[in-house]
Nanobody, 120 residues
Framework: HVQLVESGGGSVQAGGSLRLSCAAS????????MGWFRQAPGKEREGVASISSEGVPSVADSVKGRFTISKDTANNILYLQMNNVKPEDTAMYYC???????????????WGQGTQVTVS
Protein backbone atom coordinates (compact mmCIF):
# COMPACT_ATOMS: atom_id res chain seq x y z
CA HIS A 1 0.00 0.00 0.00
CA VAL A 2 1.73 3.18 -1.25
CA GLN A 3 1.54 6.26 0.96
CA LEU A 4 2.92 9.76 0.42
CA VAL A 5 2.96 12.30 3.26
CA GLU A 6 4.00 15.90 2.62
CA SER A 7 5.19 18.43 5.18
CA GLY A 8 7.00 21.75 5.35
CA GLY A 9 4.50 24.15 3.85
CA GLY A 10 3.55 27.45 5.43
CA SER A 11 3.51 31.19 4.99
CA VAL A 12 6.62 33.04 3.87
CA GLN A 13 7.47 36.48 2.59
CA ALA A 14 8.55 37.02 -0.98
CA GLY A 15 12.26 36.34 -1.35
CA GLY A 16 12.25 33.82 1.49
CA SER A 17 12.78 30.07 1.50
CA LEU A 18 10.89 26.90 2.37
CA ARG A 19 11.72 23.22 2.18
CA LEU A 20 9.01 20.70 1.47
CA SER A 21 9.36 17.02 2.32
CA CYS A 22 7.49 13.97 1.07
CA ALA A 23 7.89 10.70 2.95
CA ALA A 24 7.08 7.67 0.83
CA SER A 25 6.26 4.20 2.02
CA UNK A 26 4.93 0.97 0.62
CA UNK A 27 7.25 0.41 -2.36
CA UNK A 28 10.80 0.48 -1.06
CA UNK A 29 12.32 -1.91 -3.58
CA UNK A 30 10.44 -0.92 -6.71
CA UNK A 31 11.59 1.45 -9.46
CA UNK A 32 9.48 4.60 -9.49
CA UNK A 33 9.49 8.29 -10.28
CA MET A 34 8.48 11.02 -7.85
CA GLY A 35 7.61 14.64 -8.32
CA TRP A 36 6.22 17.86 -6.92
CA PHE A 37 3.13 19.44 -8.39
CA ARG A 38 1.13 22.49 -7.42
CA GLN A 39 -2.37 23.77 -7.85
CA ALA A 40 -3.46 27.35 -7.29
CA PRO A 41 -7.15 28.27 -6.83
CA GLY A 42 -8.96 28.21 -10.15
CA LYS A 43 -6.00 26.70 -11.99
CA GLU A 44 -5.06 23.23 -13.13
CA ARG A 45 -2.46 21.17 -11.34
CA GLU A 46 0.98 21.68 -12.87
CA GLY A 47 4.33 20.00 -12.56
CA VAL A 48 7.04 21.81 -10.60
CA ALA A 49 9.92 19.33 -10.42
CA SER A 50 10.46 15.60 -10.62
CA ILE A 51 13.05 12.86 -10.32
CA SER A 52 12.99 9.94 -12.74
CA SER A 53 13.24 6.32 -11.71
CA GLU A 54 16.99 6.56 -12.56
CA GLY A 55 17.40 9.59 -10.31
CA VAL A 56 17.54 12.27 -13.02
CA PRO A 57 16.04 15.57 -11.81
CA SER A 58 13.92 17.90 -13.90
CA VAL A 59 12.64 21.37 -12.96
CA ALA A 60 9.95 23.48 -14.63
CA ASP A 61 11.11 26.66 -16.36
CA SER A 62 8.94 28.78 -14.07
CA VAL A 63 10.99 27.78 -11.01
CA LYS A 64 14.35 26.99 -12.58
CA GLY A 65 17.19 28.61 -10.66
CA ARG A 66 15.00 29.00 -7.56
CA PHE A 67 13.72 25.51 -6.70
CA THR A 68 15.79 22.37 -6.30
CA ILE A 69 14.48 18.81 -6.07
CA SER A 70 16.38 16.06 -4.30
CA LYS A 71 15.76 12.61 -2.91
CA ASP A 72 17.04 10.68 0.08
CA THR A 73 16.88 7.26 -1.53
CA ALA A 74 17.83 5.35 1.61
CA ASN A 75 14.86 6.77 3.52
CA ASN A 76 12.45 7.32 0.59
CA ILE A 77 12.08 11.06 1.21
CA LEU A 78 11.63 13.58 -1.59
CA TYR A 79 12.53 17.21 -0.97
CA LEU A 80 11.76 20.50 -2.69
CA GLN A 81 13.99 23.39 -1.67
CA MET A 82 12.24 26.61 -2.56
CA ASN A 83 14.40 29.76 -2.58
CA ASN A 84 13.56 33.33 -3.58
CA VAL A 85 9.87 32.50 -3.55
CA LYS A 86 7.38 34.77 -5.30
CA PRO A 87 3.68 35.46 -4.70
CA GLU A 88 2.89 33.45 -7.83
CA ASP A 89 4.34 30.38 -6.11
CA THR A 90 1.34 30.40 -3.78
CA ALA A 91 -0.48 27.09 -4.20
CA MET A 92 -1.23 23.72 -2.67
CA TYR A 93 1.83 21.57 -3.30
CA TYR A 94 1.37 17.85 -3.87
CA CYS A 95 3.81 14.98 -3.96
CA UNK A 96 3.08 12.42 -6.66
CA UNK A 97 4.62 9.09 -7.60
CA UNK A 98 4.15 6.11 -9.87
CA UNK A 99 5.92 3.04 -11.17
CA UNK A 100 7.03 4.91 -14.27
CA UNK A 101 10.34 6.16 -15.61
CA UNK A 102 9.19 9.80 -15.61
CA UNK A 103 6.61 11.70 -13.56
CA UNK A 104 6.06 14.37 -16.19
CA UNK A 105 2.28 14.03 -16.24
CA UNK A 106 -0.31 14.79 -13.59
CA UNK A 107 -1.83 11.38 -14.31
CA UNK A 108 0.01 9.57 -11.55
CA UNK A 109 -1.28 6.72 -9.47
CA UNK A 110 -0.29 7.97 -6.05
CA TRP A 111 -0.68 11.36 -4.37
CA GLY A 112 -0.13 12.90 -0.98
CA GLN A 113 -2.70 15.07 0.76
CA GLY A 114 -0.92 18.31 -0.14
CA THR A 115 0.75 21.07 1.82
CA GLN A 116 -0.15 24.75 1.44
CA VAL A 117 2.47 27.32 0.51
CA THR A 118 1.49 30.99 0.78
CA VAL A 119 3.86 33.75 -0.32
CA SER A 120 3.05 37.35 0.54
Amino acid sequence: HVQLVESGGGSVQAGGSLRLSCAASGYRYASYCMGWFRQAPGKEREGVASISSEGVPSVADSVKGRFTISKDTANNILYLQMNNVKPEDTAMYYCGADFLQYCSSTRLGYWGQGTQVTVS
